[in-house]
């Protein structure tokens, strides 16, 4: 159940995503920015082809195979891997939701649309951008905390044994 539950909420993420960038592209893209919030919030219609930052500007194919690449083996991942805590699900379901809605921008417009702009955060960035950080975070939450992906295989060995 865990596992459909992954690709739903994927979906879900995915849908948002598209929806919300219909709506900039329609409203904001005309105005190129609005005030949200006074010196906190803006919602700043932005056209980003590269990735964080900017970085790596018109590089559009290697993100797409890099994303690409990572989605598979998420999808792998929740489909091969053994019994997994309920975060990992949710984290893999962010990460291909979040990857997916800015693949989905760079097949069709060559660019990511971001719009949201935060006065404590430089880059403007946008919904699926922060299904991806949270996913890698609450990824890495999990396997330093609730799994024994830090120990050593000699601990493992020996946390085997006094379970038996």
């Known amino acids: 159940m865990k596992k459909l539950m992954t690709f739903i909420i994927a979906a879900v993420s995915i849908a948002a995503d598209q929806l919300i960038k ?5 409203n904001l893209k005309p105005v190129k920015s609005v005030t949200v919030i006074e010196n906190l919030l803006n919602f ?13 500007a018109n590089q559009r194919w290697i993100f797409i195979a890099l994303t690409s690449a ?4 998420l999808a792998v991942a929740v489909f091969k891997l053994k019994k997994q805590g309920t975060m990992f699900y949710i984290s893999a379901a962010l990460l291909i939701g979040g990857g997916i809605g800015n693949m989905i921008d760079r097949l069709m417009y060559g660019y990511v649309v971001d719009y949201i702009s935060l006065s404590f955060f430089p880059p403007v960035c946008n919904f699926a951008d922060y299904c991806v950080t949270a996913g890698v975070i609450m990824l890495l939450i999990y396997l330093f905390f609730f799994t024994d ?12 044994n006094a379970a038996a």
Do not use: H, P, Q, R
């Not at 219909?22 to 329609?26: D, G, K, S, Y």
């Not at 990572?70 to 083996?73: H, T």
């Open 149 to 160: 992906f830090l120990k050593s295989d000699k601990e493992k060995k020996v946390d085997k």
């Open 44 to 56: 700043t219609y932005v056209e980003n082809k590269g990735m964080a930052f900017g970085m790596l």
């Open 22 to 26: 219909i709506l900039v592209i329609n």
């Open 70 to 73: 990572v989605i598979v083996a």
